[in-house]
């Protein structure tokens, strides 16, 4: 089954504990993708990956580092993470040929930082 | 920098009421898309429009581009209880990163 996956789905930290958040997809999409969700501000693009060892800053990515080390994975690290940091995230892949943009989504992440 | 707008932010109807959503764009979008995400769910893909003008039906949804592909509408006809989610438009920079609308939720009261 064709997918994006993301673990872990559920996460309470503390401020400062470094953590990641693992990404996977299994379509072989070139274009790699984090955004986060909060209330009224719809989804906001963290940071994305057109390839692999290719990634560049979306809209908000204080904070946030990536890498692209492998085609199909796409793990999305907080440092030192704030409370400013509780969120939902999610992770995309799309492919990154044609004229076709729709995106996968994963099931969602979901972080609080107390 | 880019910006992506979307009104209303909630709209609540009867079913069987139609609903639309706009979004509008500070500048000029290569294609706009729109996903659907259901309460607790993720964005699910819906459809994407590329050309200036360009109109897309998909049952009782019906999706439109505007002439300088800097706004955009989705209409639903005859809303359904399965209708309800949040409805995202969403347009790429220059750059190719993404830009979302806020979103419009959408309640349906059977």
């Known amino acids: 089954e064709a997918q994006v996956t993301q673990n872990p789905r559920y996460l309470i930290t503390v401020t400062g504990k470094k953590l990641t958040v693992t990404c996977s997809q299994n379509?072989?999409?070139?274009?790699m993708s984090w955004y986060r969700q909060d209330p009224g501000l719809g989804l906001r693009q963290i940071y994305y990956?057109?390839?692999?060892?290719?990634?560049d800053k979306g809209d908000v990515p204080e904070g946030y580092k990536v890498s692209r080390k492998e085609k199909r994975n796409f793990p999305l690290i907080l440092e030192s993470p704030s409370p400013n940091q509780t969120s939902l995230y999610f992770c995309?892949?799309?492919?990154?040929?044609?004229?076709?943009?729709?995106?996968?989504f994963g099931p969602g992440t979901r972080l609080t930082v107390t | 920098g880019q910006q992506v707008m979307q009104i209303p932010q909630y709209q609540h109807v009867q079913e069987g009421e139609d609903f639309t959503t706009y979004c509008n764009s500070s500048t000029t979008l290569s294609n706009i898309q729109w996903y659907k995400q259901r309460p607790g769910g993720h964005p699910v893909f819906l459809i994407q429009?590329?050309?200036?003008?360009e109109v897309k039906k998909q049952k009782r949804l019906t999706f439109q581009f505007g002439e300088a592909k800097k706004n955009s509408s989705l209409h639903i006809t005859a809303t359904q209880t399965t209708d309800v989610g949040t409805y995202f438009c969403?347009?790429?920079?220059?750059?190719?990163?993404?830009?979302f609308g806020a979103g419009t939720r959408l309640t349906v009261k059977p």
């Open positions: 429009l590329v050309k200036s003008g």
């Open positions: 969403a347009g790429p920079s220059n750059n190719n990163d993404m830009r």
């Open positions: 379509m072989n999409h070139e274009y």
């Open positions: 995309a892949s799309r492919h990154n040929r044609g004229n076709s943009y729709e995106q996968y």
């Open positions: 990956s057109m390839n692999v060892e290719v990634t």
